[in-house]
T-cell receptor, first 111, second 114 residues
Framework: DQQVKQNSPSLSVQEGRISILNCDYT??????FLWYKKYPAEGPTFLIS?????DKNEDGRFTVFLNKSAKHLSLHIVPSQPGDSAVYFC??????????FGSGTQLTVLP | DVKVTQSSRYLVKRTGEKVFLECVQD?????MFWYRQDPGLGLRLIYF???????EKGDIPEGYSVSREKKERFSLILESASTNQTSMYLC?????????????FGQGTRLTVV
């Protein structure tokens, strides 16, 4: 049973517009969430994180929103750039030592 | 600059071979992990280790074993490679601190079993 779900396998967005990537989780013990970005043939790289005591965290063009009651988080990228085209993984941490990852969303930013 | 290094970028092995994937980190991290990435399935945890000589099974340990003889090195072993183990393998490490839950990944090893 997937504890972290990314229900959209792919998303296409025009350059300059907003990209919104969604993630849902089922485990109430999760208290720290991260987004990773992955290019083909490379390892994932950390992008942004949020603690459960916050509902928003912003870093430049990237903002992550957390809705604990809905067990939902989203990553907003504004403005989207062609170099943002990658697979984005949502991950959660809940006291155990390991992260639990979602299945990923392929973002394509069209020039 | 922090680094997790995997010994090979690409490997091709035959069915039944014993395969070793090596990972080294230079951040003095306590935790190390092996994941595999498959389309539509995301990153699935195979094994992890939180200390030298310690190991714990992840979600999909069958057909794999691991070794952690030194803090900086974590090896994944495929005892008898099978075609369904063709995948991208990713090693990661993280600090044990509660606020340091970010995991750093290696560049990945694309393993093909023929």
């Amino acid at each position: 049973d997937q504890q972290v779900k990314q229900n959209s396998p792919s998303l296409s967005v025009q350059e300059g517009r907003i990209s919104i990537l969604n993630c849902d989780y089922t485990n109430s013990m999760f208290d720290y969430f991260l987004w990773y970005k992955k290019y083909p043939a490379e390892g994932p790289t950390f992008l942004i994180s949020i603690s459960s005591i916050k509902d928003k965290n912003e870093d430049g063009r990237f903002t992550v929103f957390l809705n604990k009651s809905a067990k939902h988080l989203s990553l907003h990228i504004v403005p989207s750039q062609p170099g943002d085209s990658a697979v984005y993984f949502c991950a959660a941490f809940g006291g155990a030592r390991q992260l639990t990852f979602g299945s990923g969303t392929q973002l394509t930013v069209l020039p | 600059d922090v680094k997790v290094t995997q010994s090979s970028r690409y490997l091709v092995k035959r069915t039944g071979e014993k395969v070793f994937l090596e990972c080294v980190q230079d951040m003095d991290h306590e935790n190390m992990f092996w994941y595999r990435q498959d389309p539509g399935l995301g990153l699935r945890l195979i094994y992890f280790s939180y200390d030298v000589k310690m190991k714990e099974k992840g979600d999909i340990p069958e057909g794999y074993s691991v070794s952690r003889e030194k803090k900086e090195r974590f090896s994944l072993i495929l005892e008898s490679a099978s075609t369904n183990q063709t995948s991208m393998y990713l090693c990661a490490s993280s600090s044990q601190g509660a606020s340091d839950t970010e995991a750093f990944f290696g560049q990945g090893t694309r393993l093909t079993v023929v």
